[in-house]
């Protein structure tokens, strides 16, 4: 059965700071690892998926790595805003009997004040 | 393109009641997956439907059901409704094929149970 965690589970920072968002996951066999945002009572955004057979995804300020046989991925989020503000959910998604079927970590909940 | 819609919103009801909600995946996509989000307990995956089928399913009890029709769109019900239901119940679609499918969100529906 996939777990996936987050670290930390919150992180307040100043404007302008680079900051790492950590995801592990227990199973390996993963098809893809997917980042989301949330804001406060939303719905969730895509920010990035990164396939089973990549090490990183690259999307503007945000960077997103994989290292499948650790279990584990990073955001990256350079030279943060206030807009950035919101919580930030990794997702792992795989095959088999499993397929269609994202698990999500319980999130890191990011405070970039100005 | 337009996005994944959910109604209603918003819903009030008492314990006991059953609710049914509705989601409408991005035109072309044909598979629609439900989550259940609490404080306590994150995104937790209910079921994923795929061309009219259930292809998978979430361990929620039976009181727990959905259908998808021939458009696509599809349905959430929950009987006998009781107070731990109250959450935000997200759908997501995406085109239900191959590995490398971004899934995406819906603004949600917040059920309040009484």
């Known amino acids: 059965k996939q777990e996936v965690t987050q670290i930390p589970a919150a992180l307040s920072v100043p404007e302008g700071e680079n900051l790492v968002l950590n995801c592990s996951f227990t199973?390996?066999?993963?098809?893809?690892l997917q980042w989301f945002r949330q804001d406060p009572g939303k719905g969730l955004t895509s920010l990035l998926l990164?396939?089973?057979?990549?090490r990183e995804q690259t999307s503007g300020r945000l960077n997103a790595s994989l290292d499948k046989s650790s279990g584990r991925s990073t955001l990256y989020i350079a030279a943060s805003q206030p807009g950035d503000s919101a919580t930030y959910l990794c997702?792992?998604?795989?095959?088999?009997?499993?397929?269609?079927?994202?698990?999500f970590g319980q999130g890191t909940i990011l405070t970039v004040h100005p | 393109k337009a996005g994944v819609t959910q109604t209603p919103r918003y819903l009030i009801k008492t314990r006991g009641q059953q609710v049914t909600l509705s989601c409408s995946p991005i035109?072309?996509?044909?598979?629609v997956s439900w989550y259940q989000q609490t404080p306590g307990q994150g995104l937790q995956f209910l079921f994923e439907?795929?061309?009219?089928?259930?292809?998978n399913k979430g361990n929620f009890p039976g009181r727990f059901s959905g259908r998808q029709f021939s458009n696509s769109r599809s349905e959430m019900n929950v009987s006998t409704l009781e107070l731990g239901d109250s959450a935000l119940y997200l759908c997501?679609?995406?085109?239900?094929?191959?590995?490398?499918?971004?899934?995406?969100f819906g603004p949600g529906t917040r059920l309040l149970v009484l």
């Open positions: 997501a679609s995406s085109t239900g094929q191959g590995r490398q499918e971004t899934q995406y």
């Open positions: 199973d390996s066999a993963i098809y893809n």
């Open positions: 990164i396939q089973s057979s990549q």
């Open positions: 997702a792992a998604f795989q095959g088999g009997t499993s397929y269609g079927k994202l698990t």
């Open positions: 035109s072309g996509h044909r598979s």
């Open positions: 439907y795929f061309s009219e089928t259930q292809r």
